[in-house]
């Protein structure tokens, strides 16, 4: 067995223990949205949080193909987590900062799962863009700016602030007990993720780095929704074809009726080929292939979803059946770091790019 596969058996047996539905649902209504013992665990025991983190700055010095798992396992069962915020977007906004002090003080925290680190970014309007954000800097730090959709924003030990400065965007580090800093927790649809409001009047950041490629986090954020889209996704289906196995009409089960049969084997192809373009993005991270991982693998998640619902009939719309969580997933995932069509406007003007040159 290779590495790639031992770590995937080793977060899927412990997430089958540990995560299922009746453990999300106590995560879901616990302070912090999620379960510290099995956080604790996750990181303890197979150190997901770190697997992208460089040795040197306490991880585990693999990469994102290895967090591109973690988070893929994370997404078949829904289990919340500060995995998508904490360890990939905060941590790889650390790295791509290049504050080598920064790094040796806040990274080892965030790879052993002792500190949760978040990024304010997008304002109201969710467009995730990588040349406006929520935030303005002084020449001297002061910060000013009303973020939305931070995710753990509420309770994060280590609050990051992507900022337009006199120089151009700015990676800030905000103190949490700043004077000039609110937080609150926001309502969202998909109950399995945790979005905050973060505001700022006049709270001092302290620059790291020197410039920030933000582009190319979102490029690396992209990517690492595609492998949670992609693990909802296949186990969704999974889902959806054991019930048809086992729902009796007109005398079978209604997964030997044609109609049902060629849904499932569509549904089959769409997984698949989400799961390509979610591998291919995390192999060769380009801009073009983030984006189209973003896009295929958001309404393949929301096609699967919603034909969970459709094949579950009556006990699919109910809510103590998880059918309603995947589908809540998929419709806040696909808006989550820009919307599809965004994306898809983004390749239309890459493409047109290309050609031009």
Not at 182 to 210: I, K, N, Y
Not at 295 to 310: D, G, K, P, R
Not at 313 to 339: C, N, P, Q, V
Not at 349 to 354: E, Q
């Amino acid at each position: 067995m290779d590495a790639d596969a031992a770590l995937r058996e080793v977060l899927r047996d412990l997430l089958t223990r540990h995560a299922g539905s009746a453990a999300v649902r106590a995560a879901i209504a616990s302070p912090d949205g999620y379960d510290h013992s099995l956080w604790a665990r996750l990181c303890g025991e197979v150190g997901v949080a770190g697997l992208a983190i460089p040795e040197k700055y306490g991880g585990a010095g693999a990469g994102l193909r290895e967090t591109h798992i973690a988070l893929e396992e994370l997404g078949r069962t829904l289990v919340p987590s500060p995995m998508l915020g904490s360890a990939v977007i905060a941590a790889q906004a650390l790295l791509l900062a290049g504050d080598a002090g920064a790094c040796e003080r806040l990274l080892p925290g965030i790879a052993d799962g002792t500190r949760v680190a978040t990024l304010a970014w997008t304002g109201r309007a969710g467009g995730w863009s990588a040349e406006e954000v929520a935030c303005q800097a002084t020449e001297s730090g002061v910060l000013h700016g009303d973020a939305h959709y931070v995710l753990d924003g509420d309770h994060a030990d280590v609050l990051l602030a992507v900022a337009h400065s006199p120089t151009g965007l700015r990676l800030y580090e905000v103190d949490t007990a700043d004077p000039g800093l609110d937080r609150s927790v926001t309502p969202a649809m998909d109950l399995t993720r945790r979005l905050a409001r973060v505001v700022l009047r006049g709270a001092h950041g302290r620059r790291l780095g020197d410039g920030f490629p933000l582009a190319r986090l979102r490029d690396i954020a992209c990517v690492a929704l595609s492998a949670e889209q992609v693990g909802a996704a296949g186990r969704a289906l999974e889902l959806t074809v054991d019930y048809a196995r086992s729902r009796v009409q007109f005398g079978q089960p209604i997964g030997g009726f044609q109609a049902i049969q060629h849904r499932l084997a569509d549904l089959y192809v769409l997984v698949e080929s989400a799961r390509s373009a979610s591998a291919a993005a995390v192999d060769g991270l380009t801009s073009i292939l983030a984006a189209v991982a973003k896009v295929y693998c958001s309404e393949t998640l929301q096609q699967v979803a919603a034909e969970m619902i459709q094949l579950h009939g009556g006990i699919g719309i109910t809510w103590e059946h998880d059918a309603h969580l995947y589908f809540k997933r998929a419709h806040g995932a696909a808006h989550l770091l820009g919307s599809p069509q965004d994306h898809l406007t983004r390749l239309g003007a890459a493409t047109i790019d290309r050609r031009s040159s």
